[in-house]
């Protein structure tokens, strides 16, 4: 009453919405229009009492329960409308006075935050009332369990999705043993999951137990539960949809449904410290969020879309340019991720990493094959967005990283070119110090091979001449051998193993003449170089064989034997160390000169020292590809002598053939980049292999010339051999 007094005598009205405890008898001469049980809906006082302002009001007004006074009475809603009185009053006249009976509760403040939440939900069950308290308890009444799956007819929702909303895991797990419907969807399309998506993994796992079949539900914005998680940044809630089966491969806004079941929530459940939770806002699948290789290579395992884009129309390649993480972007690489797609602003990854000013990962990019000329929205190619105006070096190393390798200066019309790109300009970059010792034995190659060919000129044109392909050994220096046979494929215009009647190979080149020969192309074979490095150089020397097997047969197959190969005629060299002394053998694919001499004469040719068969190596007779390849690639145990011989790719045996084949005029040429580091057999680091890479992909830029020309003997048909059998076809 004082509060009402102060109130009155500031002038200032009470709110209509606030409930006020009020007596009977200020209503005795104002009329009823409305009445059920105990709430009635009173009009203004007739005529009203100017010095009364409530008079002029319509009032809905609840007698208190529970007392046997009939004087004490709740006013709960005030106002001058009729219309909106007698609205509110439907509302309120269902449902406040079942609440308090179920809930023996009847203060102001309980009938206060009852009537609030009856305002702005108009249309909201007694169930959705007690789901959005929790009041779990109240759900054992039978007038409240029947509308349990009552749907608001403003929003759709449930009292499931009210209760999921609030994050009231006990409330939630009571409606779920109650059976409540959970494949309800609301009016925006939206399934018990997407409410979920921002509550807790708590909530999800208690839907998880019952039903699933909503779990890929695209809503009418385009999104899954899993979407809506990543743009809530709620990390828990991804991980435990993931591994309640959420489809990582539907794309936002796809609009439509999906019933695949989880392909990594195993992967999750064991990697949960490897991902980068900040990146899951940006939406996309775990590989954008894995910062290990050992995550990435479980989730494409997985089927995991290696191509998917995030909110930000990036791929998880994008994302580990943008992180600088050379190893993720890598392990992507090496699975086949594509280099060219652009985000929302047309830029690829190679535009990204330019902008990122990250040396070695624009070297990976680059030698994995991303398009050095493609423009982004702004028309802008990766050259130029370097900033040579910064003067910094690793912007212009950068700026020779792309120069060397071929990328081009901007045409004429383009304008805001600066010093590294501008059409007329000059400026390079900064080149690495040259290597020693190249130069010289480059030229002494180049006058031999131009020798041999003035030579060739006058042999009978009409002889058939064959063609080698010689590839050396070294470990993981083969992908060395893959950059310069991509470099040449493109002179060519046609897959390289086509171009040639014979191919050798020694150790890693082996394993390449047999891949190829199989119909890989040299993309395929790099990716699985990359691949095979992580498995093969594990541990302590001698390696392991296990790993680099399973990748062999993966690759060759483990049923394909020499002689399924028509072309071309292999060449594989590897030592037998089963017997003393040792046989440097050629597994073949032809029968070879000797053989045919021995059948003709009905001889033998063996050897003059007597074998002695050995009994402590571990060795075997190969019986497929893979088989082979695992011999050439020295898994047995022979010496370090051996291996070291068997895979030396320059010296005599080089200046050899060359002056052999210098006298016959037959062309040849050999390329062999010079390297900044020696790089080991065994290594492992991307940074030094992408770095090997590069300096061949831009040696063999560098003599672009010699290539043409050998390009063009590759693609003529006049000085083509005529094998028994076609070209085989990928």
Request: glycine share 6%.
């Amino acid at each position: 009453m004082l509060n009402s007094f102060f109130r009155g005598l500031l002038g200032t009205e009470e709110s209509p919405t606030r409930v006020l405890e009020v007596r009977s008898d200020n209503y005795l001469s104002r009329p009823i229009h409305y009445r059920k049980d105990s709430m009635l809906l009173y009009g203004p006082k007739l005529p009203p009492d100017s010095k009364n302002p409530k008079d002029k009001y319509y009032e809905i007004v609840l007698h208190k329960p529970f007392t046997e006074s009939l004087h004490q009475m709740y006013s709960l809603f005030r106002t001058e409308s009729f219309e909106t009185a007698e609205e509110m009053f439907i509302v309120f006249k269902e449902r406040v006075p079942l609440y308090i009976k179920i809930s023996k509760e009847c203060t102001v403040t309980s009938l206060q935050r009852l009537c609030d939440l009856l305002s702005e939900h108009k249309s909201w069950s007694i169930a959705h009332v007690v789901a959005h308290f929790g009041q779990y308890e109240l759900f054992n009444n039978p007038e409240v369990q029947q509308s349990i799956d009552e749907v608001d007819s403003l929003t759709g929702a449930t009292p499931l999705m009210v209760a999921v909303k609030t994050g009231n895991v006990r409330m939630v797990q009571s409606l779920v043993s109650l059976q409540c419907s959970l494949d309800t969807v609301d009016n925006d399309g939206n399934t018990v999951f997407h409410y979920a998506a921002a509550s807790n993994k708590e909530i999800i796992n208690a839907l998880a137990t019952k039903n699933v079949s909503s779990l890929n539900v695209f809503n009418k914005q385009g999104y899954t539960p899993l979407h809506m998680a990543c743009l809530a940044n709620a990390p828990d809630c991804v991980r435990a949809l993931l591994l309640a089966g959420a489809d990582v491969n539907l794309t936002a806004a796809k609009r439509s449904t999906s019933s695949l079941p989880g392909i990594v929530g195993d992967v999750l459940q064991d990697n949960q410290p490897k991902l980068y939770q900040q990146d899951m806002k940006f939406g996309g699948t775990p590989l954008h969020w894995a910062i290990s290789r050992e995550v990435i290579e479980a989730l494409v395992d997985k089927n995991c879309d290696i191509n998917a884009l995030n909110f930000e129309g990036r791929t998880a390649l994008h994302v580990m340019v943008l992180r600088g993480r050379l190893e993720c972007a890598i392990a992507l690489l090496s699975r086949g991720a594509e280099l060219s797609i652009g985000d929302k602003e047309g830029n690829t990854p190679l535009h990204l990493a330019v902008k990122q000013s990250n040396t070695a990962m624009v070297q990976a990019l680059v030698v994995f094959g991303a398009d050095l000329e493609m423009v982004n929205n702004a028309g802008y190619t990766a050259r130029h967005l370097v900033p040579i105006e910064m003067s910094t070096s690793n912007y212009d190393k950068i700026l020779y990283i792309l120069h060397a390798v071929g990328a081009q200066r901007c045409p004429l019309e383009l304008g805001g070119c600066g010093a590294g790109c501008v059409a007329r300009g000059d400026y390079n970059g900064v080149p690495p110090p040259p290597v020693p010792g190249s130069a010289t034995r480059d030229t002494i190659s180049q006058m031999l091979s131009v020798a041999a060919m003035e030579r060739a000129a006058c042999l009978d044109s009409s002889q058939k001449q064959g063609r080698l392909l010689c590839l050396d050994g070294g470990g993981i220096r083969g992908l060395v051998l893959i950059q310069m046979l991509i470099d040449l494929e493109k002179a060519v215009g046609q897959p390289i193993i086509h171009c040639f009647d014979w191919v050798a190979g020694t150790s890693t080149g082996g394993i390449l003449a047999l891949a190829l020969s199989c119909g890989k192309t040299l993309r395929e074979c790099q990716r699985l170089y990359f691949r095979m490095k992580e498995y093969a150089f594990v541990g302590m020397r001698p390696y392991p064989s296990d790993a680099l097997e399973t990748i062999l047969k993966e690759c060759l197959g483990t049923e394909t034997v020499m002689a399924d190969i028509k072309h071309p005629k292999l060449m594989i060299l590897a030592v037998l160390a089963d017997r003393k002394p040792v046989d440097l053998h050629i597994f073949r694919n032809y029968q070879s000169a000797q053989e045919i001499l021995d059948q003709h004469n009905g001889t033998s040719s063996k050897g003059l020292i007597p074998v002695t068969k050995l009994k402590d190596i571990d060795v075997f007779k190969p019986e497929s590809l893979w088989d082979t390849a695992r011999l050439a690639m020295g898994l047995t145990a022979i010496g370090s002598l051996l291996v070291d011989q068997a895979t030396q790719s320059d010296g005599r045996i080089v200046e050899r053939a060359r002056a052999w084949c210098s006298q016959l005029g037959v062309p040849y040429y050999r390329f062999a980049p010079r390297m900044s580091r020696d790089v080991a057999m065994d290594e492992r680091i991307d940074e030094r292999l992408v770095v090997m890479l590069w300096e061949a992909q831009a040696y063999m830029r560098e003599h672009r010339d010699r290539i043409a020309e050998l390009a063009a003997i590759l693609t003529d048909p006049d000085k083509r051999f005529s094998p028994s059998e076609p070209p085989h076809k990928e």
